[in-house]
Structure formats: structure tokens, C-alpha cells
């Protein structure tokens, strides 16, 4: 049993890893969308569609991100108890 928390340790870790990195990603193509379009205001009524489709994505993967490390941090407690 102690074997899988460790796979299931590594896999978390192996994805929040990823999911920052697509972050990264996001943010260069949401400043790149912003230098293109002119406008870097999400407010403004002229913002990028395409930039505030790319937040929506980004923000979704933070929420995910946050959800998945509450998910590591219990793992980590459990096979501390164990």
C-alpha cells in the first residue's frame, strides 16, 4: 500500500509540474495575444476574445493546480502516519 502513495505522490507532483508549466505557456500567448490586439486591458470592451479565452484556461488550471497540492499535502500526511 505504501508504494502506491509514493506512485501516487510522484504522479500529483509529476502533474502539478506540467499543469505550471502550461501556465507559463498561457501567460506568453495571453502577453503575445495583448502586444498583437493593442490592448492589455481585460476590462476594456476591446480586449482579445482570444486573450480572455486563454485567462479563463489559466485560471482554471491555478484552481486546479491549488486543488491537486491540497490532494499531495493529505497523501504526504497519510504516509507520514502510516
Not at 476591446?46 to 480572455?52: E, G, H, N, V
Request: glycine share 4%; proline share 2%; aromatic share 4%.
Amino acid at each position: 500500500m505504501q508504494t502506491t502513495s509514493r506512485f501516487e505522490a510522484t504522479a500529483l507532483h509529476a502533474l502539478i509540474s506540467d499543469l505550471r508549466w502550461r501556465i507559463q505557456m498561457l501567460d506568453s500567448d495571453i502577453a503575445e495575444e495583448e502586444r498583437n490586439a493593442g490592448n492589455a486591458d481585460p476590462g476594456s470592451p476591446t480586449y482579445s476574445m482570444l486573450a480572455l479565452n486563454l485567462r479563463s484556461r489559466r485560471d482554471n488550471l491555478r484552481a486546479s493546480i491549488a486543488m491537486l497540492q491540497g490532494r499531495e499535502e493529505r497523501a504526504a500526511e497519510l504516509s507520514h502516519a502510516a
